[in-house]
């Protein structure tokens, strides 16, 4: 059973692409067969290249994940104003907040921060900092690089067979108004 859905599965997708040598076929049918070909083709075609991208923006992550490791690093913030409670239903939110702190290089400096929700003046938290003594988000860790790199090549790909099915939308949009004003004026001579 599963065999033979095969092979009428495969003789379909070969009537598709004219594949099969059909004498009845029209030229507009073969030619919609033809950018169907071409569109498979490229979309097959890009599948390396969208892999190839996604394994640069990996890489740049990395790179990215190495110097942030390299340049961040945590210090200890001290709220100077209590933090408004949460409203949400939820036991750990997050609110932004002004807090002080000091640098590496021993310089004071103050800013707003994310603390959690009904903190109060005096408490702290673990914020980090970047090479230039700015507040920064923590850096990037390898399972962050690898998803967006994922995330990046699938939606290219994604994108390429959208555009492939795009084309061949719009080719046959183009051969059926042929083949409509074809079999119009048939009919037109038949009539007359």
């Known amino acids: ?105 021993g310089i004071e400096d103050s800013g707003r921060v994310k603390a959690p929700a009904g903190a109060r003046a005096g408490d702290t938290v673990t914020i980090w900092l970047d090479g230039d003594d700015q507040l920064a988000e923590p850096p990037l860790t390898r399972q962050q690089a690898s998803g967006r790199a994922v995330f990046a090549a699938v939606f290219a790909y994604i994108g390429v067979v959208e555009l492939g099915f795009g084309v061949c939308w719009l080719v046959r949009r183009r051969l059926d108004r042929i083949r409509m004003r074809s079999w119009e004026t048939q009919w037109s001579r038949f009539a007359s």
């Open 1 to 105: 059973m599963i065999r033979w859905r095969l092979v009428t599965d495969a003789a379909r997708f070969a009537r598709l692409l004219s594949l099969d040598d059909n004498p009845l076929r029209r030229e507009v049918d073969r030619v919609e067969a033809m950018a169907a070909r071409f569109v498979i083709l490229i979309v097959a075609a890009l599948l390396p290249v969208c892999v190839w991208l996604g394994m640069r923006i990996h890489e740049d992550g990395l790179a990215t994940m190495e110097s942030q490791a390299l340049t961040h690093y945590q210090v200890t913030a001290v709220l100077t104003h209590d933090i408004q409670p949460a409203v949400a239903t939820s036991s750990y939110q997050q609110r932004w907040g002004e807090a002080r702190w000091q640098t590496r290089h």
